[in-house]
DNA sequence: GTCGTAGTCAACCCAGCAGTTGACAAGGAG
DNA sequence: CTCCTTGTCAACTGCTGGGTTGACTACGAC
């Protein structure tokens, strides 16, 4: 679980953590404001921001005895890359699929390209 | 955690599970070839599938004693939506900050356009 | 100085998850 | 029919994660 993005998605798996970086997509906030509206205990939520602050989602600075947290948007990339990457490439091999389909019906069904099989053909 | 997104972010949060999914946008395959590379049981790869499966992430038919798995690449638009939303909301923040200290620059700090100063100003 | 506020750290509980092994079901193959 | 393959189900173990409470630090206010 070491990789960064292990941590992103466990991180976002917490509904209550995809929240407070929903709170935080409008504007930095201090622990307290963002414990507020829940009714877990403060030290809780500032686990949750120290989950989101391991993976990356989310830094603190230091102002006074206040620690405001901020959310750093960068991170998403990293998953929009993971998912569009293996989205996209099954949407290809469908597409393939369809053109293969579309081939064999246009052609009768009696040569079916026998070139590529790979895949569904067991 | 019933809701469906954190189903699919704690799915993601398993690098094994990923390469499943990575593997699966290749194509279908059974679950012993799946969990053939791995030196887990074959059980705990069918787990791991079935944890994909509730997640929407992927399917699995029956073709006589064998369990073709399949992608289920539509989910992925369920996170891709939810991550597009906080980060463009989050980028479109930053930019109306940029806008505003811009803009101070230019007026020579004198008249930090007073009318809205939610988030950052504590 | 004392008090109150903002937050973290540490210890503890409970639930769930990843892994194991063992037994079992469902279908071909001989 | 028996045997083998493919895979699931069930029970058990160990670890991690989310929650709690209590004590502590750091800073500002009085």
Known sequence: MSDQLSQVFAALADPLRRDL?????????????????????????????KVLEQAGLV????????????LEAEVFDLMTAWIERYR??????YQRLD??????DADGADLPTPSRTRGAAS
Chains 1, 2 share one sequence.
């Not at 307290?32 to 403060?42: C, E, K, M, R, T």
């Not at 830094?59 to 901020?70: N, T």
């Not at 996209?88 to 091999?93: K, L, N």
């Open 99 to 104: 053109a293969v389909l579309a081939e064999l």
């Open 21 to 49: 970086v929903s709170r935080l997509s409008d504007g930095d906030a201090t622990v307290g404001d963002l414990a507020a509206p829940y009714d877990v205990s403060l030290q809780a939520v500032s686990k949750h921001l």
């Open 88 to 93: 996209r490439q099954a949407e290809a091999r």
């Open 59 to 70: 830094s603190r600075s230091k102002d006074a005895q206040r620690r405001p947290v901020h």
